[in-house]
């Protein structure tokens, strides 16, 4: 077989430009056709910028993109990628995720349209349950929840991302989290293998769900409580508020930066009380709106963000003797 015939007539759609532009495909190109192009079907596009990816706007290009169909089609994929040796990461809607601006190496699987369905699996006089897929956007399942008059969801009104990314972060506001509406998780290892765990295995803590980084959250199962529409439709307008006045809109950013330190003050307080709402590292800033959000000034990379970071945990310690933890992700980084 010409593999390089094969994998021009495969990908005839994605190829031309990357040509026209002389840009150099992965290394890993033939054996990923010879071993892998006869199963798999999905989208892929080949040395794409992260940056449209992630919430922050910054970063540089993985040598693979893949949005997979499903959890059979993620499960065949990563069997693949194991048996070739590439080294593969997940993102959903990139909101809590620095990008490095040298680009990731490998295969970036991407939790879009193609991996969000939804469905109602159990239903009683007073409850509903619904499995949703990783993929599914968290705003899409808090306003479907609110036209059906189902309560549980409304703190999460304004908080960006994605299912999987929920359950993982163990997203939470205004004092509930994800943990409180789940009844159970379906993950997957880095073998392709599924498993379902019930709420009560899973050791959520803040921001966390305690599993291995290499496990992935596929789909979750969400119990919700029947209510009044009027009411839910209030809460959700009053988070959405109090969010829209506390935090900053008009700037990329990933959302809240760094872990609060358990007991005490928060880590915006921390940061403001160090003086540095306002702080600059290139087109990197402090937020003058909420000490805890790094924003993009629209000419910012993400070493500027990472020097920013750092910045501001000398600082915070050095005032408070308080080590601050990123709550963000960081990906392509040595």
């Not at 969000?116 to 349950?129: G, T």
């Not at 005490?264 to 909420?290: F, M, N, P, T, Y």
Request: hydrophobic letters at 40%; proline letters at 4%.
């Amino acid at each position: 077989m010409n593999v390089g015939e094969n994998c021009t007539r495969k990908y005839q759609t994605i190829m031309p430009s990357i040509e026209k532009n002389g840009e150099k495909m992965p290394d890993w190109l033939p054996v990923f056709n010879d071993e892998m192009a006869d199963f798999w079907s999905g989208e892929m596009l080949w040395n794409t910028t992260l940056t449209s990816y992630t919430t922050f706007r910054v970063g540089g290009a993985a040598e693979a993109l893949v949005f997979p169909r499903g959890v059979k089609e993620l499960s065949q994929l990563i069997q693949g990628l194991r048996k070739i040796n590439v080294p593969w990461h997940v993102i959903g809607r990139g909101s809590n995720i620095v990008v490095s601006d040298k680009g990731v190496k490998g295969v970036v699987i991407v939790f879009g349209h193609n991996f969000s369905s939804r469905q109602i699996v159990e239903e009683s006089a007073d409850l509903v349950q619904i499995k949703v897929e990783a993929g599914h956007s968290l705003s899409g399942l808090v306003n479907w929840s609110v036209e059906k008059g189902l309560s549980g969801l409304e703190f999460a009104v304004g908080i960006p991302g994605t299912i999987g990314g929920a359950i993982v972060m163990n997203a939470g506001a205004w004092g509930e989290e994800i943990r409180d509406v789940i009844v159970s998780v379906t993950m997957m290892d880095e073998k392709g293998n599924s498993i379902t765990r019930k709420r009560d295995e899973i050791d959520f803590t803040y921001r966390s769900w305690g599993e291995a980084d290499s496990m992935i959250a596929v789909e979750g199962v969400f119990e919700l409580e029947k209510s009044d529409p009027a009411r839910i439709k209030r809460r959700c307008q009053d988070f959405h508020e109090s969010r829209k006045n506390m935090q900053p809109q008009n700037k990329p950013s990933g959302g809240s930066f760094f872990k609060n330190p358990p007991g005490g003050k928060s880590a915006g307080q921390l940061i403001d009380e160090s003086g540095l709402k306002g702080l600059r590292a290139g087109g990197a800033e402090v937020s003058s709106v909420h000490a805890n959000f790094i924003v993009n000034d629209g000419s910012a990379t993400a070493a500027d963000i990472i020097k920013l970071m750092h910045i501001i945990q000398q600082r915070v310690e050095e005032a408070s003797g308080i080590s601050l933890q990123p709550e963000v992700r960081f990906l392509g980084w040595e």
